[in-house]
């Protein structure tokens, strides 16, 4: 047997390429709508692709089993559990593509290879996990989606949030009777899971490629109050962040059968004049990828600070809205990945005007832009506008960390919610940002300037604040 992991850390996300040594056959557990990478490395395996899978219908990523469909003549194996997936019905196929519904129990074939399909909700009501004998071994593969992860399980409240007609006590209830459907599998079964460390499909995914049963009976919360009858629902529930917005969005969107691209769409470099133009725009979105002093020198007005890192994905889907046009600064090296990422997480291709570098921004006068309110103060003067209640203080850590310890009368709301819930702040008043370095609420303070506040982040984030013996809250 030949198997690819392949793995998407802007999203902490991993395909499966499995593959049968003697049919020289494969199969794609998983992928994502740019599906020209998956071809790739099926091509350095000197593999055919004959089939996809989905273990269910994604929200954290745009599917790319329809591009397949589209494109190549392979068999989709789509899950028949839970509502109807109506796209099956309306998908556009390539000559000798079929799709083939799968049910518990269900059996289907690569090459030698025999993958027997497990029912496992509770993440999604849909979800399955496939399982896989290794030839010639006792051991057995899960590829578990997001139903188990390396010291985690799927959220059930992801699947009661995005799906219309599913309580959270339903959710929690059939996660834990997937949990009690995977007793007999053997401690030596090999999983290999849908995400790693980072995705917000888990609450605490260890940073493990792979695992087995028999380390997930030892150091998984859930699996051990489901074997021990303890308090399930508080070992899924408790310390849970808020689903991030863009996932209902992009559920949406899979729920209609996703994307796909055979090729990358090509994004064009724009002219100095162009760029200019559509920085005035209000249904322009800029997504200024510069460091962040770079971004203070040439404030643009309808711009979000969102650096090309590992969160820039979930960052940018929280903040556009459904029907913005995107322009990016960014070095033309860095735009087709940059590209990918946006795609994955649900924007269109038609949606991206095109792309400037640096140094045309750089170049351009500053006059040209109508500059907005986004500068940085540091903790003393942050201070003295707390005590003398000058303005809004919007912590935009996660609820852990605001927990732990946070400024006096700070209002929280994480920064990939604040699109969602700005509308709880006062724009009467300037809004000081603040989060544990001063990255996320960079970001924060560039969305609320681009909506009209004026906005100040805090240099260094909240521990030169409290390191300074000034009062705190918990």
């Avoid at 309306?90 to 090459?111: D, M, N, P, W, Y």
């Avoid at 071994?137 to 899960?142: E, F, G, N, P, V």
């Avoid at 969005?249 to 691209?261: A, I, P, Y």
């Avoid at 005035?280 to 990828?289: A, L």
Wanted: hydrophobic share 40%; charged share 20%; net charge negative.
């Amino acid at each position: 047997m030949i198997l690819r992991r392949i793995y998407d850390a802007a999203l902490a996300q991993a395909a499966y390429l499995v593959g049968c040594p003697a049919t020289r056959e494969a199969i794609i557990i998983d992928p994502a709508c740019d599906i020209d990478r998956y071809l790739a490395v099926a091509a350095e395996e000197n593999l055919r692709i004959v089939a996809v899978a989905e273990t269910h219908v994604h929200a954290d990523f745009v599917s790319g089993v329809c591009g397949f469909l589209a494109h190549h003549p392979v068999t989709a194996f789509v899950s028949a559990e839970g509502p109807a997936q109506e796209w099956t019905t309306k998908a556009t196929l390539a000559a000798g593509a079929r799709i083939e519904s799968v049910r518990a129990g269900a059996v289907f074939r690569v090459g030698s290879l025999e993958f027997h399909a497990r029912h496992t909700p509770g993440h999604t009501r849909e979800s399955l996990c496939f399982e896989l004998a290794r030839p010639g071994s006792q051991t057995r593969l899960l590829f578990s989606g997001d139903f188990l992860f390396a010291g985690d399980v799927g959220r059930p409240d992801l699947g009661a949030f995005a799906t219309d007609g599913l309580s959270l006590k339903q959710a929690v209830e059939q996660l834990q009777a997937s949990l009690a459907s995977i007793d007999d599998l053997p401690a030596e079964t090999q999983v290999l899971p849908g995400h790693g460390a980072g995705s917000a499909c888990g609450k605490s995914i260890c940073n493990l490629p792979a695992t087995t049963i028999g380390i997930e009976r030892v150091i998984n919360r859930a699996m051990r109050a489901q074997a021990a009858g303890g308090d399930f629902e508080g070992a899924v529930l408790d310390g849970n962040a808020a689903p991030p917005p863009y996932f209902a969005r992009v559920k949406r969107l899979n729920e209609r059968g996703g994307r796909g691209f055979d090729t990358l769409p090509e994004v064009h470099a724009l002219s100095p004049e162009r760029f200019a133009e559509i920085c005035q725009k209000p249904e322009f979105t800029v997504i200024d990828t510069r460091p962040w002093n770079d971004y203070l020198d040439t404030r643009l007005p309808y711009s979000i600070s969102a650096p090309f890192e590992r969160s820039f994905g979930p960052t940018v889907a929280n903040y556009l809205e459904e029907d913005d046009r995107i322009a990016i600064i960014a070095e033309a090296a860095k735009v087709p990945e940059i590209v990918r990422v946006l795609l994955r997480v649900g924007v269109a291709p038609e949606a991206i005007e095109g792309f400037v570098e640096p140094r045309v921004v750089s170049a351009l006068a500053t006059g040209t832009f109508a500059t907005v309110g986004v500068d940085e103060i540091s903790p003393v003067r942050a201070h003295e506008l707390v005590e003398r209640g000058e303005a809004t203080v919007l912590d935009v850590r996660t609820c852990a960390e605001f927990a732990a310890g946070h400024l006096p009368n700070a209002a929280h709301i994480p920064y990939t919610h604040l699109r969602a819930r700005v509308d709880e702040l006062d724009r009467s008043r300037p809004v000081v940002c603040y989060c544990r370095s001063g990255n996320r609420s960079a970001r924060a303070a560039a969305f609320l300037a681009r909506s009209g506040f004026t906005a100040l982040n805090m240099r260094g984030g909240y521990w030169p604040y409290a390191g300074r013996g000034y009062r705190v809250e918990s």
